[in-house]
């Protein structure tokens, strides 16, 4: 469960994403509910099987096109969480005029926001109000907040901005935040392989000892995430994972174009999300 010592979050709240790749299939939109019911499945899967995922694990889903499946995965006691921001919008948009009238949809929220360090600062103070604002809200309800942070790469080389730039403006974002107040339980970050880019963001991450840190996926394959997964293993702060296109996108989409059976497409999950705990376990007891 969120708010255990570990974080296996199966995240399923992708929403443009799919939109997109409907779209350009000429497959109704309708059709997108489908797959966040084998996401729900595959999840409820893995928790009969495990007692870490019955332990650690939780979902994140939309309500915009899972609203029944998250009630459906609540009523069989999971964990499950929503997201806060209007789905590919930067910068940082509420989809509605009142976001905060009414209680959150699961037991946890999650935002997304995209930062540099070199963003115009009214954006980033901008961007840095309605992390509080929205700070505010998780408190009265008593709802753990993921606060995703995505760092652009911009002109600089992929390998030296993924080993050095990035985890350097992560970590500056972090403490930006913090001189505001802003202290989500949990920050969920872009891996690295550098251990000195991790070792500057943990020790960010760690000037509030209560926040920890969990790592998203990007739709990686299963080796860099090991690779991530074994250096973030090493931070004080880190707590596990919320990966999500890593195990549905592929047997998903398969499903979609009718080139697999909905049987078989659970199956694969479970087991891809299965492995990725396995994967964790073995980086944080090596």
């Given amino acids: 469960m969120l708010g255990s010592e570990r974080v296996y979050m199966l995240a399923g709240d992708h929403r443009w994403q799919w939109e997109q790749f409907c779209d350009e299939r000429r497959i109704d939109r309708a059709r997108i509910p489908d797959v966040k019911g084998l996401i729900v499945d595959a999840f409820l899967q893995a928790r ?7 332990q650690s694990g939780s979902l994140l889903l939309d309500p915009q096109y899972s609203s ?3 009630a459906r995965a609540r009523q069989a006691g999971a964990a499950v969480g929503a997201p806060a921001e209007q789905a590919g919008a930067f910068p940082l948009e509420w989809p509605s005029a009142t976001p905060f009238a009414a209680p959150p949809p699961g037991s946890f929220v999650k935002v997304l926001v995209k930062d540099r360090i070199d963003y115009a600062g009214a954006l980033r103070d901008a961007q840095f109000e309605k992390l509080k604002a929205l700070q505010q809200w998780c408190r009265a309800s008593a709802a753990p907040l993921v606060i ?3 760092v652009p ?5 992929e390998q030296t901005f993924d080993e050095t730039e990035r985890p350097a403006m992560l970590a500056q974002t972090i403490g930006d935040a913090y001189q505001r107040g802003i202290e989500p339980e949990y920050w969920k970050i872009e891996g690295t392989t550098s251990a000195a880019g991790a070792a500057a963001v943990d020790r960010a991450i760690a000037e509030r000892p209560a926040c920890r840190q969990i790592i998203l996926g990007k739709a990686a394959d299963p080796s860099l995430i090991a690779r991530w ?3 973030a293993a090493k931070s004080s702060s880190a707590s596990g994972f919320a990966i999500g296109r890593s195990v549905f996108w592929s047997p998903c989409c398969r499903f979609l174009e009718g080139q697999s059976r909905a049987a078989d497409a659970i199956d694969e999950m479970t087991a891809t999300y299965l492995s990725l705990v396995d994967l964790w376990r073995a980086a944080v007891t090596s």
């Fill in 48 to 54: 009969r099987r495990s007692s870490d995922v019955r």
């Fill in 68 to 70: 029944a499946h998250i």
């Fill in 148 to 150: 995703e942070v995505l």
């Fill in 153 to 157: 790469r911009d002109k600089e080389p």
């Fill in 229 to 231: 997964f074994a250096t």
